[in-house]
């Protein structure tokens, strides 16, 4: 499985140890950086949360901390949206593991309408925005569109 990548949204628990001032709760903006105290804007989108913790101990390293010891692990991830044929449309928080079939029943389940089979997915590729039909069983990422389409009679 590929590393998790981060992105606009995410929340990140940074801790440096024995700093408790700057052990906190970070989200990454729409700029994709998160906002650290004494360094300023650190690059978030795209990197795993391990390149985070080298990223801020190097800063910290340039004039504010001796030896800096830094964990960063996800708080919360960025949310999922769900559209089209279910109770109730929405933004809804993205759960490790989550499938199209957890988050459509977390959305209120089908509507009477839906097509029940499949569904369509936007999920950002590589930087691309791409769009494809996958099983109700498939597994979602943080950030994916899901739209449930309704069934032809």
Do not use: C, W
Not at 54 to 73: H, K, N, T
Not at 114 to 142: E, F, H, Y
């Amino acid at each position: 499985m590929r590393p998790y990548l981060l992105d606009s949204g995410d929340r990140l628990r940074v801790t440096v140890f024995e700093q408790d001032e700057l052990t906190n709760v970070y989200s990454v903006d729409q700029a994709g950086y998160i906002s650290f105290p004494l360094v300023g804007a650190v690059p978030a989108r795209g990197h795993t949360t391990g390149q985070m913790e080298s990223q801020i101990a190097q800063r910290l390293r340039g004039g504010y901390l001796r030896d800096p010891d830094v964990s960063v692990e996800i708080d919360r991830y960025r949310p999922i949206f769900i559209m089209g044929e279910v109770g109730a449309a929405g933004q809804y928080s993205y759960v490790p593991g989550m499938t199209v079939q957890k988050a459509i029943a977390a959305a209120g389940g089908f509507s009477p309408r839906a097509q029940q089979g499949n569904v369509d997915i936007t999920r950002v590729v590589n930087g691309k925005v791409m769009t494809g039909r996958v099983l109700t069983s498939d597994p979602l990422l943080p950030g994916d569109t899901i739209y449930v389409r309704e069934r032809l009679f």
